[in-house]
């Protein structure tokens, strides 16, 4: 399944405890466009980082939901970088 076609979760804190996995992946904040794609050992830890930063880029984006997937280390860069490819999220850089 693609991480574009998935609903996502709420962008609180409850909702990244209950839904985000404490392990390896990739993530997807988004509100009606996407906002940023990031990877992580911990996903559950990269999220909670970015909802408590203000004044950042992704902050002034505003995201309302997020999405992520689990996978192994040595895949979660090149994902990554498929994704912000694909998806042309305002707050990351296109790979070079």
Request: aromatic share 8%.
């Amino acid at each position: 399944m693609s991480i574009a076609s998935q609903p996502g979760y709420l962008w609180n804190r409850d909702s990244i405890i209950a839904n985000a996995p404490a392990a390896s992946g990739c993530y997807v904040l988004f509100n009606d466009t996407w906002v940023y794609v990031g990877e992580s050992d911990n996903i559950q830890q990269s999220l909670l980082k970015h909802l408590e930063e203000a004044g950042t880029k992704i902050a002034r984006a505003k995201p309302s939901r997020f999405s992520c997937q689990q996978m192994a280390p040595n895949l979660r860069v090149v994902r990554r970088n498929v994704w912000i490819a694909q998806l042309h999220p305002s707050c990351n850089e296109l790979p070079a």
